[in-house]
């Protein structure tokens, strides 16, 4: 059974860092993971992906140069680095990893699973 759990998010002031974590149990190949995050606005958008080499990622315009994407192989574990941050970041946060296309330009949940959010605020 697959699981896939994000830790991490909390309310920040503007300006701050902060670094999402999520781990995948259960798969049995090689994937990718990626990043995501959800408003009521804009829906669910792909922020930042990374495959299993870490050969290829993909950033958002949004975020590049303000966040980090990054991958722990022997802890089965993604993480999420956030700086400068903005009340427009203010989102769930969701994990995917499995089956996801990760190009420079897109980045999509093919047939991969979800975590189930991480709520991350910002305040002015």
């Known amino acids: 059974q697959v699981q896939v759990m994000e830790s991490g998010g909390e309310l920040v002031q503007e300006g701050g860092s902060l670094r999402l974590s999520c781990t995948a149990s259960?798969?049995?190949?090689?994937?990718?993971m990626g990043w995501f995050r959800q408003t009521p606005e804009k829906g669910r958008e792909p922020i930042a992906c990374?495959?299993?080499?870490?050969?290829?990622?993909f950033y958002a315009d949004s975020v590049r140069g303000r966040f980090t994407i990054s991958r722990d192989h022997g802890k089965n574990t993604l993480y999420l680095q956030m700086n400068d941050l903005s009340p427009e970041d203010t989102a769930t946060y969701y994990c995917a990893a499995g089956s996801l296309v990760v190009l420079p330009t897109t980045c999509r949940n093919e047939f991969g699973y979800w975590g189930q959010g991480t709520q991350v605020t910002v305040s002015s």
């Open positions: 259960g798969l049995t190949h090689a994937n990718a």
């Open positions: 990374i495959d299993w080499y870490g050969l290829s990622t």
